[in-house]
């Protein structure tokens, strides 16, 4: 499943459709995955649990404050699609 993710990824990378990189700050947050293109940046988080507290969303959510994202993923064990905050969906690892 995020395998076939992470081929897109290399896909798109090669035509210039958008680049895809990691986030980390001195202090220790990081994003699994951010991409960005023309149309914008999406943070991606990737957890291998099917609960997510709030601690976990943390540095997504600063990182959609700071960089005025529209919407971040957390890709996880989830069963359905739902929302966890305003601007994070959650994404099950199995509609990949």
Request: charged residues 25%; proline residues 4%; neutral net charge.
């Amino acid at each position: 499943m995020l395998s076939e993710l992470f081929a897109l990824i290399r896909i798109s990378t090669c035509r210039n459709e958008f680049q895809p990189y990691y986030y980390r700050t001195g202090a220790g947050a990081e994003i699994d995955l951010i991409i960005e293109s023309s149309k914008g940046i999406l943070p991606i988080e990737i957890k291998f649990t099917q609960k997510i507290n709030r601690r976990d969303l943390r540095a997504l959510k600063d990182f959609i404050t700071e960089r005025n994202c529209p919407i971040g993923w957390v890709v996880h064990n989830c069963e359905r699609v739902e929302w966890l905050d305003d601007k994070i969906l959650a994404i099950p690892a199995t509609c990949l």
